[in-house]
């Protein structure tokens, strides 16, 4: 998953305004969920193992 830090980068955010961090998390989950939803296809972090 991209980490908080590339999502402000690509925002042109100032890596130390953390105010918005909650409200991109959410984004971020989301944006997650739209492409496995898109894909059809379920999506894993690297540090998990498939069933």
């Known amino acids: 998953m991209i980490n908080l ?3 402000k980068a690509h925002c042109r955010l100032d890596p130390d305004f953390n105010d918005d961090d ?5 984004f971020q989950q989301a944006a997650f969920k739209y492409v496995e939803n898109k894909t059809n296809r379920v999506m894993y972090l690297p540090d ?3 069933p």
């Open 5 to 7: 830090e590339l999502i």
């Open 48 to 50: 998990q193992d498939p």
């Open 22 to 26: 909650n409200l991109l998390g959410i």
